[in-house]
């Protein structure tokens, strides 16, 4: 991709994240997704690393290499349009050198942004010390910076999704983290695993910047988030979830009651599939 282009394209992503409505992401895995959701008219694609994970044959919480998590990106971004963001864990690697390897790897994957988590493990014990994260993100900001890039860095914690310490504390240590992020050059500031209003109300005054939340059955509604200020939500690994769901549905129809309706109902046209790829099978096959 051109570095130019590249760049208007991140600076567009950043916008984004300033209204005036908020930022929806169903998080895409593979190009026909993301293909799929920039027909349905959405501003940029961002990819989840669960889902991209599980489609490849690995289990989520970096097992996936750097490496295979960027092909599928850049697959993606040089298949679509709008501005491509990538789920990139904890950046695949403990040191800031190992962000500015990755950051390099990404934008000349064509990505303009990318999430980074602060752990690198499945637990507590994985978490990282606040100034070693600090120091990473102003690496990953660094770079990008020095490549022409305004590179949309969504800084994340996960004090709440992985209850990490005292839970009268959780907050605080949220907060605490994500301002540091934030000073440190984040330009989106992500708190999966909090949903109830009163704390996502509080966290957006907290921190005084673009905030991210993960969609959750317990999240309020978009129209009410929307109004508390939050900036941007994202689905995650649940767009493809939802899909595997509906795999399964009809694996059991198909197995146990000898039936193919469920297939049938709301699938989308072989035709209307072959054309958006088609549109862009040279990018997408480069």
């Known amino acids: 991709m ?8 991140a600076e567009q992503f950043r916008k984004l994240h300033h209204g005036p409505r908020l930022l929806l992401l169903p998080n895409a895995w593979d190009v026909v997704s993301a293909r799929i959701l920039e027909e349905c008219g959405h501003p940029a694609i961002a990819t989840s690393s669960a889902a991209v994970a599980f489609s490849l044959g690995y289990p989520d919480g970096q097992r996936i290499s750097r490496e295979e998590m960027l092909e599928v990106a850049g697959r993606i971004a040089r298949a679509v349009d709008v501005p491509v963001t990538a789920d990139l864990e904890a950046g695949y690697g403990t040191s800031a050198k190992d962000m500015v390897e990755t950051v390099e790897a990404a934008i000349a994957a064509g990505v303009i942004g990318m999430n980074l988590e ?5 637990g507590e014990s994985s978490f990282v010390d606040r100034p070693l994260q600090v120091e990473k993100i102003r690496a990953i900001c660094d770079t990008a910076r020095s490549l022409g890039i305004p590179f949309v860095l969504n800084a994340r914690t996960d004090v709440y ?3 990490i310490g005292p839970e009268a ?8 983290r994500l301002r540091a992020y934030r000073d440190a050059g984040a330009t989106c500031l992500f708190a999966p695993g909090v949903y109830d209003r009163e704390t996502i109300s509080k966290l957006v005054k907290a921190v005084a910047a673009p905030v991210n939340i993960l969609a959750n059955p317990a999240c309020p509604a978009i129209a009410e988030l ?15 979830r939802a899909a595997l769901g509906l795999v399964r549905r009809i694996g059991k129809e198909m197995f146990e009651s000898r039936s193919c309706e469920t297939m049938f109902a709301g699938s989308i046209p072989h035709s209307e599939l072959n054309r958006m790829m088609m549109r862009r099978a040279s990018g997408a096959n480069a």
Do not use: P
């Open 226 to 240: 929307e109004k508390m200020g939050v900036a941007r939500v994202s689905a995650g690994s649940g767009v493809m």
């Open 2 to 9: 051109d570095i130019r282009k590249q760049a208007e394209k």
């Open 169 to 176: 504390t959780r907050f605080e240590r949220t907060v605490e």
């Open 118 to 122: 602060d752990v690198t493990g499945d």
């Open 161 to 163: 999704l992985l209850a």
